[in-house]
Antibody
């Protein structure tokens, strides 16, 4: 079955760019029918959808983060990535990647998540 | 954005009890409501999709109902492994949005 694994720095300085990668196994990011998502969860708080990318490269971002977010695909490595620019302490969270069916569907499965702390 | 409001925010229950969690959407989302279970330090686990369909492998004591703006998650005969936080999520439109969560604690 499809498995996802997040990777990237656990500490990012304020005003810098957060960069994370999600490696997919057991399935292909190039296959149709699925979107590849990022979702985050600040410590002790709820879940926030960041956005997703389709295998064609089309993206859909949360308007609250749109000006700072880029999600991209690397089909040669079967990975997709998240970049969040100009980070502040409010961006400290566990970041999850997930496979999603798109509108009217749902994110599942999810990666285990990775904690990113924004601090100098 | 569609706002999702869960109630209660937390509850205490005993093993064997029946538990009901409510989720309300700020506008109609038809049946496009999903439920997740999350335990500390773990990723959310997918339980129910399209308001009432049980994901494969999820115990039958979990059930969901509702349409439009009002939805419920019911756990019949609560088991020790069910103590967790539960989230509803709407997939009717982007941005996807989640409820704030309901923490189910041991009484």
């Amino acid at each position: 079955q499809v498995q996802l694994q997040e990777s990237g720095p656990g500490l990012v300085k304020p005003s810098e760019t957060l960069s994370l990668t999600c490696t997919v196994s057991g399935g292909s990011v190039s296959s149709g029918s699925y979107y590849w998502s990022w979702i985050r969860q600040p410590p002790g708080k709820g879940l926030e959808w960041i956005g997703y990318i389709y295998y064609t490269g089309n993206t859909n971002y949360n308007p609250s983060l749109k000006s700072r977010v880029t999600i991209s695909l690397d089909t040669s490595k079967n990975q997709f990535s998240l970049k969040l620019s100009s980070v502040t302490a409010a961006d400290t969270a566990v970041y999850y990647c997930a496979r999603d069916g798109g509108v009217l569907y749902w994110p599942d499965p999810w990666g285990q998540g990775t904690l990113v702390t924004v601090s100098s | 954005d569609i706002q999702m409001t869960q109630s209660p925010s937390s509850l205490s229950a005993s093993v064997g009890e029946r538990v009901t969690i409510t989720c309300r959407a700020s506008q109609s989302i038809s049946i496009y409501l999903n439920w997740y279970q999350q335990k500390p330090g773990k990723a959310p686990k997918f339980l129910i999709y399209s308001a009432s369909s049980l994901q494969s492998g999820v115990p039958s004591r979990f059930s969901g109902s509702g349409s439009g703006t009002d939805f419920t998650l019911t756990i019949n005969s609560l088991q020790p492994e069910d103590f967790a936080t539960y989230y509803c999520q709407q997939s009717y439109s982007t941005p996807q949005t989640f409820g704030q969560g309901t923490q189910v604690e041991i009484k």
